[in-house]
């Protein structure tokens, strides 16, 4: 089970690390991280380095395929080396999945056309551009693309591809070990549950 | 606002990724992840690095220290020269956290002793070592001490923190940020709530 994860610059970390924490502990799970090159990435923050251990051209072939999503996604939507690379591992994969804006970056590589699919709630309708219908679910499946809703989506989405990969008693257990029972403080995480002020200011902040 | 999270080899990466992705947005916050020494530093699953940008003893003071867990924390227990630092660190903060094992760090360090505290539910017992009382709450605090539970409750704990630092609106704001929304496949991340053979199973494993 080859399972490879994106990472570029400006991309926000838990959107990778959330589905890592499940996916790399699928029995035979080989899990890596790739980049338009091997070496250190900055996450949108400016103060957390991932390394990416190799580049992505150098991956023969992946099983499961993650793109994160995250500011830095507009660069790699513009970048036809990435994109063509992503296509490219697509063909052979079982699952093609994203986690938040990671889903326009499939999009920008021609992989969600006519289809359902969802990205962070803030840029739900940048999926029209790719030819993709947007909604709102946490996690949408068509056939073998799978687009996780916003940042910590990936986790639930890594669950869900758990249970199919390996069944429910494995993947409760993947859950139990990451102790996963949430108890946010509020119930305020998606933007119907959210106040409007609230609302606003996560568009202000995404806005900048 | 000066946060300080701890890395080491063979950690628990979500453990300091979920709370970093809430904690570096909050306004004024200056995050920094320290290690024995600046670094790479290789987590658990082995498939995994994270960048220390300084040693720990070159941080001269942090408002917020947080210790992630994982299998490394035995190693880190019998470091000396760590808990000297960790203990060094918690006489000028205003939080002193960890999640998952990292709470048997803190007891290594000597600073549960008489506290009520948690950790990953495999490991609470092992709390009794550092005078702590063990509690299978998600997030306990006592004074500055806060704990969380394994790996995926410092999301919870951290939006609690920016709850008390910066109040409702904002920590609400973080939270639809990170669309924190939770929608796990099964209801299955205590202990309580899992099966007997699921149980089993995480046991196992963590044996290993």
Redesign the interface.
């Given at each position: 089970m080859q399972i490879v994860i994106l990472l570029y610059p400006d991309m926000?970390?838990?959107d990778a690390?959330?589905p890592?924490?499940v996916l790399?502990?699928l029995p035979e799970a080989?899990?890596?991280?790739a980049a338009e090159a091997a070496g250190?990435v900055v996450a949108d923050?400016g103060?957390?380095?991932?390394?990416a251990?190799r580049g992505l051209s150098e991956i023969a072939a992946a099983d499961l395929l993650l793109i994160p999503g995250g500011p830095g996604d507009a660069a790699v939507r513009e970048n036809a080396k990435l994109t063509q690379e992503i296509r490219r591992l697509h063909e052979g994969t079982r699952f093609t999945t994203s986690v938040?804006t990671g889903s326009l970056i499939l999009g920008a590589a021609g992989l969600l056309s006519g289809l359902r699919a969802t990205t962070?709630?803030t840029q739900l309708e940048t999926l029209r551009e790719y030819g993709a219908e947007p909604t709102a679910e946490?996690?949408v499946e068509q056939g073998k693309i799978i687009t996780a809703?916003?940042?910590?989506?990936g986790?639930?989405m890594a669950?869900?591809i758990a249970?199919k990969l390996v069944g429910?008693?494995?993947?409760?257990?993947l859950?139990?070990?990451?102790?996963?029972?949430?108890?946010?403080?509020?119930d305020?995480?998606?933007?119907e549950?959210?106040?409007p002020?609230?609302?606003e200011?996560?568009k202000a902040?995404?806005a900048r």
């Open positions: 926000t970390a838990l690390i959330g890592y924490e790399a502990r080989k899990l890596t991280f250190p923050t103060c957390l380095t991932l390394e251990e938040c962070h709630w946490r996690v809703a916003g940042v910590s989506s986790i639930d669950l869900r249970q429910d008693d494995f993947a409760q257990a859950q139990l070990g990451i102790e996963y029972d949430p108890q946010p403080p509020f305020c995480g998606s933007p549950k959210a106040t002020h609230v609302v200011m996560v902040a995404m």
